[in-house]
Structures are given as C-alpha cells and as structure tokens.
C-alpha cells in the first residue's frame, strides 16, 4: 500500500461516464405511498402499466413453468423466438430477447458505442436513452424537439437529428412513440429518415407502445430490416401485454446485427417464467384487443377531463398522457400523492410543468381527474 494517494471516494474509482450518471428515476411504487403517507387504496398511474395486468393464460402458463425453476432457462429463448418470428413474419435468426426491451438499447449501447463515439436522440425522450450512452462514456447529442410548425410539439425533428449525426457517431435512437410525450412519425416521414442514415450508424426504433397506436399510418418498421442491415426495432411485453413485473422485451433485426447484441448479452438474460409467460400472453389476441380498447377510452376520458379543467395536453399514442398543469408541476404531484394517486412529474425531461399520467382503469382515472380539480382549484 505503499505510495498510494490520500484515499479516494468509491464514486472517484468509477469510470467517468458512470461518476456523471443519474440513476434512472422509477415510478413511486404503490407500497411506498403507503408507507410513506399512510394512504391505502392509492391508485398508480405512474409507470405506463396495463391496468388489467396479463391475461388469465399467462397464470396458467406460470403455474406450468413453475416445475422447472430448478433449472436454467432456455439460454437461446427457442419457444418464444419461434412464437415471436411467427407473431412479427420474421426468421427467429431476427430476434434478439432481452430482460425488458431496455436490456436490448444497453447490448445495443454496449456493442456498438465507445468512449470516442456518439449517440444521437431527441430532447425529452425516454430517459433510458442518455443513461446508456453515459455509462459508455460515449457523448449524447440531443436534438431539440418540435415546437409545433413542422411536426407534433414536443415529438422527435427527424431532420435535426439527422444533421446532428457526426462522423464518430455509431447509434440513432428513435421513439416511436416516444415516452413521455405520446407523439409518434408517421410511416412515410420514419422511412425517408431511415433511407438517410448512414450505413455506418445503428438506428433504433423503440416501439415499447407499438401494440396501442391506431393510426392507419403509423409504420410497419419490421418488414424494413430487410432494406437496412443497420435498423434495430425493439418492442417489450411490459406495456400492452401487462408482464412489466416479469421484465421481457425484443429486438427485430437482420441477423447479422442480432448475432452481434448476442455476443454481449448474458447467457441467460430472460428468466424462464418471463419466457413461458410472453409465449402465452401473444396467443391471447382477445386480452389485447380489451387493453388497447379500454385504452382508447381511458385517453378519451382524460381529453375530456383536461379541457374542462383547462389543462393543455399532448394528445398521446401510447397508453399514458402528458398535461400542462400551467405550473411547477412537483408541487402539484406531491399534493396528488396526499390524494392518493401516483403519476409521474417530467421535470429530468426538460418538462417541469407537465405531469405524465398512465391510463388506468375508468375509475382511477376518474379519481385522478377529480384529484387534480382539487388540487388545482379548479
Ligand atoms: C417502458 C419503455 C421501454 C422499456 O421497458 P421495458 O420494461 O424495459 O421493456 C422502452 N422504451 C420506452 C420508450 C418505454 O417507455
């Protein structure tokens, strides 16, 4: 221990990508509210998750996997790649599984960003995107979003993120739609987006809310990775499937790029309760059909709710909404959580005066707009 320097903190021995992060901000669990205010029967609509949780088969499927808990999971994922290549008309070579469609962006990060490189996203997206490319030490370049003229305020400016693609940059990450803000590009304005990147540039489009959007044109990105050996699309169970707790997303790509990710993946990166579990939940198309339709009317309800507050509000694609609540939007959270509902302020996205509500059930989003009318004073 001889000649060592005076001691250094453990943050100082962190590479410095790592000693600059923030660690990703979850959704209040319910359980805290509840121990924190003592508050029971609190409703959360903080995390964008199905209200009516899984179907009944994924139960009847857990109940099946149980038995073999003592045993490793499949490392290769066969019966839910075959499921899945059957589900999106793909070769299961095409698929990559990962623990949450957010295990899938770090292989990505992991596989394709250094410390000399650069990722390219758009202001207010998904807060995983700059945490990734942080923990490489790799540069984040974001784009300004939207304001209104040339696309949906607040959604991603296509062409700004093109031109901020430099030469050491490796990775393009597109939110489609993007959370926390809803918005979503077109099939037509994505692909010439998509046609313009350079080859030497992986871009990802993240469709964690694919399954919710309805509009007739929104892209079929999927049947692209046949024209782009450098297009990665990644999709999750843990939003309109209702399986957040069990953590299992994809990718769809050429298979060149999946056997890249599957260098850097863990061997056994998908449980094998999250395996059995996705197979049953893509065979119940009726459990679906009902979540994004009582989605469909939960936005409705609060489209509704917020013009008669006054409230201005993103208008949204995926299963949660983003409002203006004209104000520091904290303090209004914090006197929510003392009516017993959860939802997220979006103050680390560049949006301190809009709250991000899920949809949940009509009752609780009928509870948590009659909250915000109290608490507004409204
Ligand atoms: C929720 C979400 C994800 C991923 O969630 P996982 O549970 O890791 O699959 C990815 N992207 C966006 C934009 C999300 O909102």
């Not at 499927?61 to 490392?75: F, K, M, N, S, V």
């Not at 203006?324 to 959860?342: K, N, S």
């Not at 560049?350 to 009509?362: D, E, H, K, Q, W």
């Amino acid at each position: 221990m001889n000649g060592t320097p005076a001691m250094r903190s453990i943050l100082d021995l962190a590479v410095s990508g790592v000693q600059a992060l923030q660690p990703y901000a979850p959704g209040k669990p319910l359980g805290e509210l509840e121990r924190e205010f003592g508050i029971t029967q609190a409703v959360k609509l903080a995390s964008n998750e199905n209200p009516l949780g899984p179907s009944p088969r994924v139960r009847q499927a857990l109940r099946g996997a149980l038995d073999e808990l003592g045993r490793y999971p499949d490392g290769n994922g066969f019966a839910l790649k075959t499921a899945l290549a059957a589900h999106v008309q793909v070769d299961a070579a095409c698929i990559t599984l990962g623990n949450g469609s957010s295990d899938v962006l770090e292989l990505v990060a992991r596989a394709f960003l250094s410390a000399q490189s650069s990722a390219v996203f758009s202001a207010h997206a998904f807060a995983m995107y700059p945490l990734i490319t942080q923990a490489i030490g790799a540069r984040s370049l974001v784009t300004p979003a939207h304001r209104g003229e040339r696309g949906p305020r607040y959604g991603h400016d296509l062409a700004a993120m093109l031109e901020a693609i430099e030469v050491n940059t490796r990775l393009v990450i597109v939110a489609n739609p993007n959370n926390p803000t809803g918005t979503w590009a077109p099939a037509g304005e994505l692909r010439a987006f998509v046609e313009r990147i350079p080859g030497d540039v992986i871009v990802v489009i993240d469709e964690a809310y694919f399954e919710y959007v309805e509009a007739s044109d929104y892209p079929d990105t999927v049947a692209w990775i046949d024209a782009f050996p450098n297009l990665l699309v990644t999709r999750t169970f843990s939003k309109a499937y209702g399986l957040a707790g069990l953590r299992v997303g994809y990718g769809v790509s050429q298979p060149a790029l999946a056997e890249v990710l599957n260098r850097v993946r863990q061997p056994f990166n998908v449980n094998s309760l999250a395996q059995a579990a996705a197979v049953a939940a893509l065979q119940d198309t009726a459990h679906l059909s009902a979540s994004v339709a009582l989605n469909r009317r939960g936005l409705q309800q609060y489209e509704a709710g917020f013009k008669s507050l006054g409230l201005d509000f993103i208008p949204s694609a995926g299963n949660f909404i983003s409002v203006d609540t004209g104000r520091d939007a904290g303090q209004v959270y914090t006197a929510l959580l003392r009516e017993g509902v959860i939802v997220r302020p979006v103050a680390n996205y560049a949006m301190p005066g809009f709250l991000r509500i899920s949809v949940g059930l009509p009752e609780e989003n009928r509870r948590c707009l009659e909250a915000l009318a109290r608490v507004l004073g409204t």
